[in-house]
């Protein structure tokens, strides 16, 4: 049972966020534009416009005020929410930018760009300093727990780690041989953890820049790699079909989760710790005890690839989205299908906040999803 659907946006809804305070919805789309959405009742309450190509992501400030742009224009806008006022343009990037995102207290905004840097904005759109050393694309940057290092991922296989006050490489995590796809900072900071095209993962320490280990195992790319919430674990999806569970101090392998027939899209933590889902190119997710490394359950029934999978907040539920133009339901302790929910196009990416669930589509539209409503 679809709650809403908001209809506006002429080219894909490449992306969705929920508000800070979860009352509204803020869409990104390839139209150029951006939209503003009140979620209890749908309705468009402005559109921003001003981009001249693809906006590839839209983002609240912490406090919900402002709304910050990133474009395939090469540019990021910000704009009051209320007023849906494009206060200013942040230019400087020679190429497009794949993200922008605000620092904790919101007095920062940090840009990763294909032309090899990021950029550090302060609020009033001056360029404090620019992050210039690698030598392609930068595909992500994200500020550490503290703020005062910024962490940088790229296509030339490496990592760098920026002082953010000063400006200043501190360092370059070498020892990658492709593409590294992600990097993240532990939960306490100290360690970086970093995901790349050459089947391996590696765990790095913040202050020396030293490798502490390599996590070998995989026979093809690794996705993505996320720490447990305490940090003593690491989680690795791959495209070789597996995921594998690996101890954060030892660099050791517990066990590896077999079973998909295709490459696993990606690998999450249930809410409790206690189990981990994985979606894979297979059509079907499946259910692993966290602890013992067996699979519970196995949820067929999408017939295209399952994109994604997140658990409901209490962890009784999981929602998957997949590219046959469908959401499903399912219930964690029986396996069981509850709901399929049909869409006018396939999801792109879902987003969820209390239980509220958002799907952006790639028809120029996004859904709107009560998982109560859902269930009754």
């Given at each position: 049972?679809?709650?809403?659907?908001?209809?506006?946006?002429?080219?894909?809804?490449?992306?969705?966020?929920?508000?800070?305070?979860?009352?509204?919805?803020?869409?990104?789309?390839?139209?150029?534009?951006?939209?503003?959405?009140?979620?209890?009742?749908g309705?468009e309450?402005?559109?921003?416009?001003?981009?001249?190509?693809?906006v590839?992501?839209?983002v609240?400030?912490?406090?919900?005020?402002?709304?910050?742009?990133?474009?395939?224009?090469?540019?990021?806008?910000?704009?009051?929410?209320?007023?849906?006022?494009?206060?200013?343009?942040?230019?400087?990037?020679?190429?497009?930018v794949?993200?922008?995102?605000?620092?904790?207290?919101?007095?920062?905004?940090?840009?990763?760009?294909?032309?090899?840097?990021?950029?550090?904005?302060?609020?009033?759109?001056?360029?404090?300093?620019?992050?210039?050393?690698?030598?392609?694309?930068?595909?992500?940057?994200?500020?550490?727990?503290?703020?005062?290092?910024?962490?940088?991922?790229?296509?030339?296989?490496?990592?760098?780690?920026?002082?953010?006050?000063?400006?200043?490489?501190?360092?370059?995590?070498?020892?990658?041989?492709?593409?590294?796809?992600?990097?993240?900072?532990?939960p306490?900071?100290?360690?970086?953890?970093?995901?790349?095209?050459?089947?391996?993962?590696?765990?790095?320490?913040?202050?020396k820049?030293?490798?502490?280990?390599?996590?070998?195992?995989?026979?093809?790319?690794?996705?993505?790699?996320?720490?447990?919430?305490?940090?003593?674990?690491?989680?690795?999806?791959?495209?070789?079909?597996?995921?594998?569970?690996?101890?954060?101090?030892?660099?050791?392998?517990?066990?590896?989760?077999?079973?998909?027939e295709?490459?696993?899209?990606?690998?999450?933590?249930?809410?409790?710790?206690?189990?981990?889902?994985?979606?894979?190119?297979?059509?079907?997710?499946?259910?692993?005890?966290?602890?013992?490394?067996?699979?519970?359950?196995f949820?067929?029934?999408?017939?295209?690839?399952?994109?994604?999978?997140?658990?409901?907040?209490?962890?009784?539920?999981?929602?998957s989205?997949?590219?046959d133009?469908?959401?499903?339901?399912?219930?964690?302790?029986?396996?069981?299908?509850?709901?399929?929910?049909?869409?006018?196009w396939?999801?792109?990416?879902?987003?969820?906040?209390?239980?509220?669930?958002?799907?952006?589509?790639?028809?120029?539209?996004?859904?709107?999803?009560?998982l109560?409503?859902?269930?009754?």
């Amino acid at each position: 049972m679809e709650i809403r659907t908001f209809k506006g946006h002429t080219n894909r809804a490449y992306s969705g966020v929920f508000s800070p305070d979860g009352q509204y919805i803020l869409s990104a789309s390839w139209d150029n534009t951006l939209k503003l959405w009140e979620k209890e009742t749908g309705i468009e309450i402005r559109t921003f416009r001003g981009h001249t190509y693809y906006v590839n992501s839209g983002v609240f400030s912490p406090d919900g005020k402002y709304i910050l742009s990133a474009s395939w224009d090469n540019t990021l806008k910000l704009w009051e929410k209320e007023t849906g006022m494009e206060i200013r343009a942040f230019k400087g990037h020679t190429n497009w930018v794949y993200s922008g995102v605000f620092s904790s207290n919101g007095k920062y905004i940090l840009s990763a760009s294909a032309d090899n840097t990021l950029k550090l904005w302060d609020r009033e759109g001056m360029e404090i300093r620019a992050f210039k050393g690698h030598i392609n694309l930068v595909y992500s940057g994200v500020f550490s727990p503290d703020g005062r290092y910024i962490l940088s991922a790229s296509y030339d296989n490496t990592l760098k780690l920026w002082d953010t006050e000063k400006g200043m490489e501190i360092r370059t995590f070498k020892g990658h041989i492709d593409s590294v796809y992600s990097g993240v900072f532990s939960p306490d900071g100290r360690n970086i953890l970093s995901a790349s095209r050459d089947k391996t993962l590696k765990l790095w320490d913040t202050e020396k820049g030293m490798e502490i280990r390599t996590f070998k195992g995989h026979t093809d790319y690794v996705n993505n790699g996320v720490f447990s919430s305490n940090g003593k674990y690491i989680l690795s999806a791959s495209g070789d079909g597996t995921l594998k569970f690996w101890d954060t101090e030892k660099g050791i392998e517990l066990r590896t989760f077999k079973g998909h027939e295709c490459p696993v899209n990606s690998g999450v933590f249930s809410p409790d710790g206690k189990y981990i889902l994985s979606a894979s190119w297979d059509n079907t997710l499946k259910l692993w005890d966290t602890e013992k490394g067996i699979e519970l359950r196995f949820f067929k029934g999408h017939t295209n690839s399952v994109n994604s999978g997140v658990f409901s907040s209490d962890g009784k539920y999981i929602l998957s989205a997949s590219e046959d133009n469908t959401l499903k339901l399912w219930e964690v302790g029986t396996g069981e299908c509850l709901k399929t929910i049909s869409l006018p196009w396939r999801p792109n990416k879902i987003a969820i906040h209390k239980d509220t669930v958002l799907s952006a589509n790639l028809n120029c539209t996004l859904s709107l999803f009560e998982l109560k409503e859902l269930l009754a």
